[in-house]
């Protein structure tokens, strides 16, 4: 005998309500073989893969890698993995696949054109699934649109208000009315540049993406 084979099994445990999945290697070739194996599995929303003894990849919806170390002559080598999510029945059986020099009888070698369709077709609905999100999205009625001097003016109103408020000084009954004169003056020019600088930045930060 010189070949490698390759056995799936899997089975509902009762007692934890997982499906049980197995693919088993045996090497009966004189020669060292390294492989990279996939399965099919059920994958879809509620539907998860679990207890893997041998940490794997996805490789497009519903297909699963594990690439192994190196099988020597004579050696076997088993990957197991639960299906979490299904009831007794809904799946009773998946496909392996194979990548690497050299057959394995019971499993079939991977076409990577049935690969790339599978994963166009996957990008496809991604991008369907994308386009109705953003279709309803829009469909949302938008806020009112007002004019962009309306919005400086608002705004300029509303910061000379804010500044003459926190501004304002209350002035000694002591002073003569000269002085409150000359005191409000120089406030005025004191605060004059920086609230030219805050009308900027509301214009900048709260208006500039209008």
Known sequence: MNAVFSEEMSEWDSSEKVTKCSIKLFNYTSRP???????????????????????????????RKWKL???????????S??????????????????????????????????????RREEMAAIEEAVVTENGMESNIEDPIDVESSELDNVSKNALEDVVSETTEIEVPETHHVDDNEVLNNEENADTSPNSTRQVKLFEENEWGDE
Do not use: C, H
């Not at 059920?42 to 990849?57: A, F, M, Y």
């Not at 170390?69 to 990957?79: D, F």
């Open 69 to 79: 170390e190196i099988l020597q002559p004579s050696e076997n080598l088993e990957i």
């Open 81 to 118: 993995f639960s299906i979490d999510g299904l009831s007794k029945g809904d799946w009773t059986q998946f496909d392996v696949f194979f990548r690497g020099s050299g057959e394995i009888i019971g499993a079939m070698k991977l076409d990577e054109k049935i690969l790339e369709e599978i």
């Open 33 to 63: 073989r390294q492989y990279t194996i996939l399965a099919t599995w059920p994958e879809r929303e509620g539907v998860e893969l679990i207890d893997e003894n041998l940490e794997g990849r996805r490789e497009a919806k519903g297909l």
